[in-house]
Antibody
């Protein structure tokens, strides 16, 4: 069935970098925009970034702009989130999600998430 | 950035009861409003988009209404599996924004 599987989370010191990956399967990956959404412990959902189906456009939340970069590899059905200059407040579960159509912003398929802890 | 405000923060209800959840946008999002359900330890699940269109597989007891700045999610008769946190989401303007959530708990 349609699936998204995130990986790459872990514990990292403030100021360091981490790259998250999301592997997609059982759908035509190159036809869909993809998003990252995060959830701090005990908190609500925060949208992080989106990349268009062909990589031609990207948007970021102000909280991560200039530090995080979203990218994709359509030949391998992967989407990535490069996170630099990490801060304690970036601690969260990071979810990869598929956009239902074009880049509408409706997120119809979600991965189980990967946990990132930023701590000294 | 559009701010989404949900009320109540917590709703206590019994199985079989009707539940009404509210969501307000700080400016019009037309009908570009989604609802998501999240259970503990799980990823969110899309329930509703276009304010009133049920996502695939969502039971008919879930209904959505509203446009502009005021929206409602109604669960007509709560089932045990419906006790969860519900989030509304603006997708009319970037950045996408979520409300703070309404926790529906067993009374």
């Amino acid at each position: 069935q349609v699936q998204l599987v995130e990986s790459g989370g872990g514990v990292v010191h403030p100021g360091r970098s981490l790259r998250l990956s999301c592997a997609a399967s059982e759908f035509t990956f190159s036809g869909y925009a993809m998003h990252w959404v995060r959830q701090a412990p005990g908190k609500g959902l925060e949208w992080v970034a989106v990349i268009w189906h062909d990589g031609s456009n990207k948007y970021y939340a102000d909280s991560v702009k200039g530090r995080f970069t979203i990218s994709r590899d359509n030949s391998n059905n992967m989407v990535y989130l490069q996170m630099n200059s990490l801060r304690v407040e970036d601690t969260a579960v990071y979810y990869c999600a598929r956009d239902i159509i074009y880049a509408s912003g409706t997120l119809d398929v979600w991965g189980k998430g990967t946990a990132v802890t930023v701590s000294s | 950035e559009i701010v989404m405000t949900q009320s109540p923060a917590t709703l206590s209800a019994s199985p079989g009861e009707r539940a009404t959840l509210s969501c307000r946008a700080s400016q019009s999002v037309r009908n570009n409003l989604g609802w998501y359900q999240q259970k503990p330890g799980q990823a969110p699940r899309l329930l509703m988009y276009g304010a009133s269109t049920r996502a695939a597989g969502v039971p008919a007891r879930f209904s959505g209404s509203g446009s502009g700045t005021e929206f409602t999610l109604t669960i007509s008769s709560l089932q045990s599996e419906d006790f969860a946190v519900y989030y509304c989401q603006n997708y009319d303007h970037w950045p996408l924004t979520f409300g703070g959530g309404t926790k529906v708990e067993i009374k």
